[in-house]
DNA sequence: TGAATAGTGTCTATAAGACAATATCGT
DNA sequence: ACGATATTGTCTTATAGACACTATTCA
């Protein structure tokens, strides 16, 4: 119940008309805004330009305004201000919710900061643009940084990194920032708990895609059966059969409906033109599509 | 990322080093508790002592307690004091966890409150006392508050309720206040905004036990399997086959295993004496225990 | 004895996954 | 022609759900 001391003893009611009677806590949003380039599942992150954690990698967020917004208007305010989809309507496309609420006294060393962190899907975006006060801004991959990591592909997995020479490719994050070191290496653990956020939000960016027609979020208005079959093996970080995929993905209603078209180019290495597919307007798969299990899953 | 507008200018790193510079956000818990009574859905209300919404039903609830204690705590303690367990270890076999966070500025009318809600399953409590500042507490009928209330069991739905006397049950709250009017009526909406958290709540709940082995958190440490099968009956507000309902707990590895015994005395209207389990070790369940289908549901 | 429940068996429809086959397109 | 991909077909196995049947216990 909220506000639910007012009135009790005359130290409560104050407290509740007059909250800086209290000692005050600090609400953030932080956003895990996740995105596939060239096939490889990235999270967005920016480099902090002051105290504390200065100059480590954190997830983008801000302050929540009080009494001007809601929750889910600061996560949309901030995440437009950090990936410069401010101009366009291009936030229509971005899928954004909210995956929980991290309050541990501690989190933050100044004070006791709440904060609410936010989940996001975006189709591939331009290069991050260092917004507000952050030292630099970067798309990286989330291998770097998952616990679960995507181990090799089973089977049929190589050849679709793109092909630079010939190890496991490690793209280098994209930053406005020339000199800033690459996240990912020895030195480089997230501010706060903010790789704890990210592995929940890996977490249910897993799950969702399972039970929700979500994994079109990361694609365009229109797709291949393929590219999203892509999208699964990327957040997923296993390969899956190409022919189950596509009869399961069709017989599900309202996941995907044909436009009638066909790709206007073939795969990047032969094959027929694929046909064409936007998103249905399904909320949920039914049936499901089951990741497939791991082996040390959980019973 | 949290404080990030620190040393940007000089405003600002004030702002993240004095947040009362800021207008203050107030950041509560309230908690969503479900339990079963004579295998009906039960949630705990509180009746407000004070303003605003004086003499409402709402969620019970607090502030959190800055610097002291994380949200998971606040929650925990919470319920401790709305639900008399504070004494004994009895919170151990409560499952509680969070549900969501509610920031809409306009929410609470006296100041911009983030309440972060929590959800928990509750084996059958004793009747509720009103802790704290609340006017009163009552265990009351989910069905009440559902817009999405369980239509009358498809078959074999009936004399599960208890009898008294003929027409559909509706128990009256059990209440300290005996002169609480009994939520539920035309005049009762929750207070601020905890109708839509106790909706999530139910949402949430109903999934839950899709997939996880928390429905067993509503009975005690023995049970069986008819009466783990009015668990789902009670949450999900529908009636399931006894025969494949049985099966098909046992077959899923990990969700209950055998105590050897069974149960003293039949069920109240005859029938053999039931095999007594207790929850296995399993965390999640595969496979699922998907819900029957709705005739109107979501596609 | 009758009613109700516990537990098991059987059968059917559906879905998942392995594998195969054919067609199409770039190089 | 070769290699890769798109799409469809077939077969096997697992699972969900409907229904039936036996055994047990209270009234």
């Known amino acids: 119940m909220d506000g639910r001391h007012a009135g009790h003893t005359?130290?409560?009611?104050?407290?509740?008309?007059?909250?800086?009677?209290f000692d005050p806590i600090a609400v953030t949003v932080d956003i895990v805004v996740l995105t596939l380039r060239q096939e490889v599942l990235h999270v967005l992150l920016v480099r902090r330009g002051g105290q504390p954690f200065e100059g480590r990698w954190a997830l983008p967020g801000g302050f929540v305004q009080a009494g001007r917004e809601s929750l889910a208007e600061a996560a949309a305010r901030e995440l437009a201000e950090e990936t410069g989809l401010r101009d366009a309507g291009g936030l229509d496309r971005v899928h954004l919710e909210q995956l929980g609420s991290y309050g541990h006294p501690d989190r933050d060393p100044r004070m006791h900061v709440v904060s609410v962190a936010y989940l996001a899907f975006a189709p591939d975006l331009p290069d991050a643009t260092a917004g507000g006060d952050a030292a630099g801004a970067a798309w990286v991959p989330v291998e770097r940084f998952d616990p679960d990591a995507a181990r090799p592909r089973p089977h049929a997995g190589d050849g679709r990194n793109g092909a630079h020479g010939g190890g496991p490719v490690r793209p280098s994050p994209v930053t406005t920032d020339p000199d800033a070191n690459a996240p990912?290496?020895?030195?480089?653990?997230?501010?706060?708990?903010?790789?704890?956020i990210l592995a929940d939000g890996l977490d249910r960016a897993r799950a969702k895609i399972e039970y929700t027609p979500?994994?079109?979020?990361?694609l365009g208005e229109e797709f291949t059966v393929g590219q999203?079959?892509?999208?699964y093996e990327a957040v997923w970080g296993r390969s899956l059969h190409a022919g189950n995929f596509h009869r399961k993905v069709l017989?599900?209603?309202g996941f995907v409906e044909s436009t009638g078209g066909t790709a206007s180019r073939p795969g990047a290495r032969g094959g027929p033109r694929a046909r064409l597919y936007r998103a249905g307007d399904a909320r949920l798969l039914h049936p499901a599509l089951l990741r497939p299990e791991r082996e040390d899953d959980v019973r």
């Open 214 to 218: 979500l994994a079109t979020a990361f």
């Open 228 to 231: 999203l079959r892509g999208v």
């Open 184 to 196: 990912g290496s020895e030195d480089d653990a997230l501010a706060f708990d903010h790789a704890t």
């Open 251 to 253: 017989s599900v209603p």
């Open 10 to 21: 005359e130290a409560e009611f104050l407290a509740a008309y007059d909250p800086r009677a």
